[in-house]
């Protein structure tokens, strides 16, 4: 929903997002469309539907994988922003104090996360079925979705892809920026309902 240079300013260039909309999210994609191709089972079904009814499954752990990362680059592009500045609204920054106990402990908890996930995987902000904020990491292409563990408000890409270009092996750096200046937090805010 932006241009390819739009978050270079912010700390994320142009050969980044080209590379990782156009070559990885892509890659996905495709596979995934082979997959379901051959599989009559998938056809017709939702993107949803399809990761609920792969999840956990030996025998469609590719559908899955490719799945589940289509559905977690499709929110990521929408939780950045190059306009978001940092900014978090008002009935968010509420809810962030009220169940995580504040902003900066909610960045520390969100940044142990992203940089606990051992490997590929992602950071989440979610609303847990109980009504709280909650923050949790996934492994490789799963989400909360799949697990469970409630509606996605953010997603932090961590795969090394998203951020080696701008960032080499900081992943905490990397992280923190993206908290600071990129994370689209009036997006994530509308996902309360
Ligand atoms: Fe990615």
């Known amino acids: 929903p932006y241009a390819k240079n739009a978050l270079a300013a912010h700390g994320m260039c142009e050969e980044t997002l080209e590379l990782h909309h156009d070559k990885h999210h892509q890659a996905y994609v495709t596979a995934l469309n082979g997959l379901v191709e051959k599989n ?5 079904k939702s993107l949803e539907e399809i990761i609920k009814l792969s999840h956990g499954k030996a025998d469609l752990a590719p559908v899955f994988n490719n799945a589940g990362q289509h559905w977690n680059h499709i929110l990521f592009w929408k939780v950045m922003s190059p ?3 940092g900014r ?5 920054e509420k809810k962030i104090g009220e169940d995580l ?3 900066q402990q909610f960045k ?3 940044k142990a996360a992203a940089v606990g996930q051992f ?3 992602w950071a989440w902000l979610v609303l847990a079925p109980d009504g709280k ?3 949790t990491k996934t492994p490789n292409g799963a989400n909360p979705l799949a697990t469970g563990e409630g509606k996605a408000l953010l997603g932090c890409d961590v795969w090394e892809h998203s951020y080696y270009l701008d960032f080499r092996n900081r992943r905490p750096d990397y992280v923190q920026n993206w908290l600071d200046k990129i ?3 009036e997006f994530a805010e509308a996902q309360l309902g």
């Open 40 to 44: 009559d089972a998938l056809k017709g």
């Open 108 to 110: 520390d908890a969100f």
């Open 83 to 85: 306009t978001a500045g």
């Open 101 to 103: 106990g504040g902003v």
């Open 133 to 135: 904020l909650k923050i």
């Open 88 to 92: 978090i609204p008002g009935r968010l």
């Open 183 to 185: 994370a689209n937090y």
């Open 119 to 121: 490997g590929s995987g």
